[in-house]
């Protein structure tokens, strides 16, 4: 989204008002000069494309009063001599260029048809006779539009067009002011030059330069954060509306949506920002530029600020794992032998890390060594955890790290986060054993699902022998109850009298 400040808007008014002062009144062009470049300086737009856009905007004007319908008509303006002067355009054609007679009144004929029609279905359907008059006004100005516009025939292969002696030239008059003149080269004939427009054509003119100068600093704002996708900016906290969190940049104002922001953390308004440009697109608003906090990328952009062997080319971080707010995995290689890359990263008592971590708003890093060997490299992922072996099964591009029963839940990490980012800093689906799962995996890997397999059987019989004897067991318990109930009743009165007794006392 494109930011446009009040003092912005004053400074595209100022340019223009001075301007056509100047042409109306013949001014000095001390102000419009100073307007001009202070606008080319803080739009990033150069000084030829502002004077482009006031001669766009003065040939507007000069053809809305002294004009002729279908002219085309160009200004010049020097500011260093303050002279201004006009040309008129024709194009060359040929005769297999032109529409015939016949083809321009069928034509014709066409379009009154399409616009009878057009009405005729309008008009019942539009009950109120204002709406009507809207129809008819648009039907005017369609007209009005298709008439200005330069018409081609249906085929585009043909490029005919309807001769206008304003706009175009016969290939046999222009070899006489030109010899070597070619159908579709531009002629130009000087008009006679005017500096008192009217009140309508100089509002027209100041209104084509203020438009024509913000589509200029749309497009230069669009190319300066285009260039930027992936790089590292910093802004300020503009506004949040919602859960977007607007940040500005500047010469535009980027938008960090909430899936791009680190869980958990928060934003006030006036605090400065780091964050990554993750996309820019053009939109008729203005260019849309999109950032991020929780790309890994990031990571990387804040090392390479924080420590210079890094921007030196002495050490390369060769791969990155994140869970954006929570941990992160750095792989790092040294260039020289001589130099120690998790050192470099970590700094003198840990100062370069602890700057990183501090603006990730206490993100854990961790800073591991890259190694050209996968086994290695997968033992080192796998830190602070010690790996005791890992065994590399590059068909299926897995890998089994065997620790230590103690180091099993660290190598894991609390819910799998730590070997979740292993496997992706490494790129390998890596298997983390106990010592004691491996040997028992090594030992009976088939025994043991024979075994399972022949127990089953027995185990069904076992069950059906005792439903058996449970069956033959339950009238002797139900005997035994039956002879036990009557001695066992008057005990449990005795009870109850004791505790009455013991109540009443």
């Known amino acids: 989204m494109l930011h446009v400040s009040m003092s912005h808007a004053v400074c595209h008014k100022r340019l223009a008002t001075c301007f056509m002062s100047h042409v109306t009144k013949n001014m000095d062009l001390k102000n419009f000069k100073q307007a001009v470049q202070q606008l080319a300086e803080e739009k990033g737009i150069s000084q030829e494309k502002v004077l482009e856009t006031i001669e766009m905007a003065v040939a507007a004007a000069y053809k809305k009063d002294y004009g002729k319908k279908g002219q085309i008509v160009k200004a010049k303006f020097n500011p260093e001599t303050d002279e201004l002067s006009f040309t008129q355009i024709k194009i060359v054609v040929d005769e297999t260029m032109i529409k015939s007679e016949e083809e321009v009144k069928a034509e014709e004929e066409e379009r009154a048809r399409k616009l009878a029609e057009a009405a005729g279905e309008l008009a019942p359907e539009e009950s109120s006779s204002a709406k009507n008059l809207k129809n008819e006004e648009e039907l005017k100005r369609g007209k009005r539009k298709e008439d200005a516009e330069e018409e081609f025939s249906e085929n585009p292969e043909e490029k005919k067009v309807r001769f206008n002696p304003e706009k175009h030239l016969m290939l046999e008059?222009?070899?006489?002011?030109?010899?070597?003149?070619?159908?579709?080269?531009?002629?130009?004939?000087?008009?006679?030059?005017?500096?008192?427009?009217?009140?309508?054509?100089?509002q027209t003119a100041k209104q084509v330069i203020i438009q024509r100068i913000r589509e200029a600093e749309r497009e230069a704002v669009f190319q300066e954060y285009k260039n930027k996708e992936g790089?590292?900016?910093?802004?300020?906290?503009?506004?949040?509306?919602?859960?977007?969190?607007?940040i500005d940049l500047g010469h535009g104002i980027g938008v960090l949506p909430p899936e791009e922001q680190i869980p958990g953390e928060r934003y006030r308004l006036g605090e400065r920002v780091k964050a990554i440009i993750s996309l820019v697109e053009s939109s008729p608003k203005g260019p849309g530029i999109f950032l991020s906090r929780a790309h890994p990328r990031l990571i990387?952009?804040?090392?390479?600020?924080?420590?210079?062997?890094?921007?030196?080319?002495?050490?390369?971080?060769?791969?990155?794992?994140?869970?954006?707010?929570?941990?992160?995995?750095?792989?790092?290689?040294?260039?020289?032998?001589?130099?120690?890359?998790?050192?470099s990263l970590v700094g003198q008592k840990g100062v370069r890390?602890?700057?990183?971590?501090?603006?990730?708003?206490?993100?854990k890093i961790d800073i591991i060594e890259w190694a050209d060997d996968i086994a290695k490299f997968v033992a080192n992922a796998l830190s602070p955890a010690k790996v005791l072996e890992v065994k590399i099964f590059e068909r299926r591009k897995e890998a089994q790290a065997l620790v230590a029963d103690d180091q099993?839940?660290?190598?894991?990490?609390?819910?799998?986060?730590?070997?979740?980012?292993a496997a992706k800093l490494t790129g390998w689906r890596i298997d983390i054993r106990a010592r004691e799962q491996t040997e028992g995996i090594k030992t009976e890997p088939e025994t043991t699902e024979k075994s399972a397999a022949e127990s089953e059987p027995r185990a069904d019989g076992r069950a059906s022998e005792e439903k058996k004897a449970d069956k033959e067991m339950e009238p002797k318990k139900e005997k035994e109850t039956e002879e036990k109930g009557p001695e066992e009743k008057p005990k449990e009165k005795k009870t109850k009298k004791k505790k009455t007794a013991k109540k009443s006392k």
């Open 353 to 363: 890390v602890t700057t990183v971590i501090n603006e990730l708003g206490g993100e």
């Open 231 to 246: 790089e590292l900016v910093s802004g300020i906290v503009q506004r949040i509306e919602g859960r977007n969190v607007y």
């Open 408 to 421: 099993l839940s660290l190598a894991i990490g609390r819910g799998g986060q730590n070997a979740r980012l």
């Open 300 to 343: 990387k952009k804040l090392f390479e600020i924080e420590v210079p062997e890094i921007a030196a080319g002495t050490v390369e971080i060769k791969s990155l794992a994140r869970e954006a707010g929570s941990r992160t995995k750095v792989a790092v290689e040294s260039k020289e032998e001589n130099i120690d890359p998790v050192g």
């Open 173 to 202: 008059e222009a070899i006489k002011i030109k010899k070597d003149a070619k159908p579709e080269d531009e002629l130009e004939f000087p008009l006679e030059p005017h500096s008192d427009f009217g009140r309508i054509a100089s």
